[in-house]
């Protein structure tokens, strides 16, 4: 940790694309000639964050669902929003919980009929009686497998813990009307910014061994603070008027008011170092974890403007 906390955490830099990924991309775009429907899954935290901007390019002449996944991880207020926003911009999108199976039938249903409204035009070029060929495409981490796993009531593919855990295509039919093809989770080459970069970083996609743990753990609290201090609070058990004179202390620097309260989470949580000082990496992944654990509390990242 630097001792000059007024230029702490001022700007982050996370870079992260594995060269197989190029060849996963170049796999995703051959093997969409196969495909009917388009599945996207995003992350409903973070609907923006979790959308891979490239692959509205492979895509743009499918038809397409997108599944909000771990919804119940993230504020129900904005869950509604998101559907209303994507629905009102004519994207077809669902609210899902592949965890519970929550929204997965209506998520198949509606594969049936986005197909159905092109049957016509398929059976025209002989597809009559045909299962519809739905691609699952979506970043590293996002729920993909488990997914799949809920729709064909069987572990059909490998899920693990680690982003990027899907290696190889295969195709799963879940029932007599439509076959599944999983992809590997893509990301893309560069971040557009640093807001999608943290997003990223604090729900996992990206591995944390090539992360700054305590720079992304004091963005976290920083986001927390501004948006969700009650919900903070109430995990870390912190003393609100503690709270509220770190936050009016004009003595202090943004960050380094960010930081006491980091300490005081350190503190309730015993996340103590040798002489007695908080360990900030060990307090950082304690928050981190929390978060990703739903054990904060349900947290949008994103919000609709």
């Given at each position: 940790?630097?001792?000059?906390?007024?230029?702490?955490?001022?700007?982050?830099?996370?870079?992260?694309?594995?060269?197989?990924?190029?060849?996963?991309?170049?796999?995703?775009?051959?093997?969409?000639?196969?495909?009917?429907?388009?599945?996207?899954?995003?992350?409903?935290?973070?609907?923006?964050?979790?959308?891979?901007?490239?692959?509205?390019?492979?895509?743009?002449?499918?038809?397409?669902?997108?599944?909000l996944n771990k919804s119940d991880l993230?504020?129900?207020?904005?869950?509604?929003?998101?559907?209303?926003?994507?629905?009102?911009?004519?994207?077809?999108?669902?609210?899902?919980?592949?965890?519970?199976?929550?929204?997965?039938?209506?998520?198949?249903?509606?594969?049936?009929?986005?197909?159905?409204?092109?049957?016509?035009?398929?059976?025209?070029?002989?597809?009559?009686?045909?299962?519809?060929?739905?691609?699952?495409?979506?970043?590293?981490?996002?729920?993909?497998?488990?997914?799949?796993?809920?729709?064909?009531?069987?572990?059909?593919?490998?899920?693990?813990?680690?982003?990027?855990?899907?290696?190889?295509?295969?195709?799963?039919?879940?029932?007599?009307?439509?076959?599944?093809?999983?992809?590997?989770?893509?990301?893309?080459?560069?971040?557009?910014?640093?807001?999608?970069?943290?997003?990223?970083?604090?729900?996992?996609?990206?591995?944390?061994?090539?992360?700054?743990?305590?720079?992304?753990?004091?963005?976290?609290?920083?986001?927390?603070?501004?948006?969700?201090?009650?919900?903070?609070?109430?995990?870390?058990?912190?003393?609100?008027?503690?709270?509220?004179?770190?936050?009016?202390?004009?003595?202090?620097?943004?960050?380094?008011?960010?930081?006491?309260?980091?300490?005081?989470?350190?503190?309730?949580?015993?996340?103590?170092?040798?002489?007695?000082?908080?360990?900030?990496?060990?307090?950082?992944?304690?928050?981190?974890?929390?978060?990703?654990?739903?054990?904060?509390?349900?947290?949008?990242?994103?919000?609709?403007?």
């Amino acid at each position: 940790m630097k001792d000059n906390k007024k230029e702490m955490f001022t700007s982050v830099h996370i870079n992260w694309y594995p060269g197989h990924m190029t060849k996963t991309k170049r796999q995703i775009i051959e093997d969409l000639k196969l495909i009917d429907v388009v599945v996207e899954i995003l992350d409903a935290r973070m609907p923006i964050s979790s959308r891979n901007p490239d692959i509205e390019q492979y895509v743009k002449n499918k038809d397409k669902l997108l599944l909000l996944n771990k919804s119940d991880l993230a504020d129900n207020v904005e869950n509604i929003n998101w559907i209303n926003y994507f629905n009102s911009n004519g994207i077809e999108a669902i609210l899902i919980n592949s965890n519970t199976g929550e929204g997965i039938k209506q998520a198949i249903k509606k594969i049936e009929a986005i197909y159905s409204v092109n049957q016509t035009k398929f059976q025209a070029k002989g597809r009559v009686g045909k299962a519809i060929r739905v691609m699952v495409l979506g970043i590293p981490n996002v729920g993909k497998s488990s997914f799949i796993n809920r729709v064909s009531n069987k572990n059909s593919a490998k899920v693990g813990n680690r982003p990027g855990v899907t290696r190889q295509k295969q195709w799963i039919r879940i029932n007599e009307n439509i076959e599944l093809l999983d992809t590997p989770g893509v990301l893309w080459p560069k971040f557009e910014n640093s807001e999608t970069a943290l997003n990223l970083a604090y729900t996992g996609t990206i591995k944390d061994d090539v992360l700054e743990i305590i720079e992304i753990g004091f963005n976290l609290i920083k986001f927390l603070v501004e948006n969700y201090l009650d919900k903070l609070a109430e995990r870390y058990k912190l003393n609100n008027e503690e709270i509220k004179d770190i936050l009016s202390n004009e003595e202090l620097q943004e960050n380094e008011r960010i930081l006491e309260i980091m300490y005081l989470v350190g503190k309730k949580r015993g996340t103590i170092a040798s002489g007695g000082n908080i360990d900030e990496e060990k307090t950082a992944r304690l928050i981190l974890d929390d978060f990703r654990n739903g054990k904060i509390g349900r947290i949008t990242l994103e919000k609709v403007n």
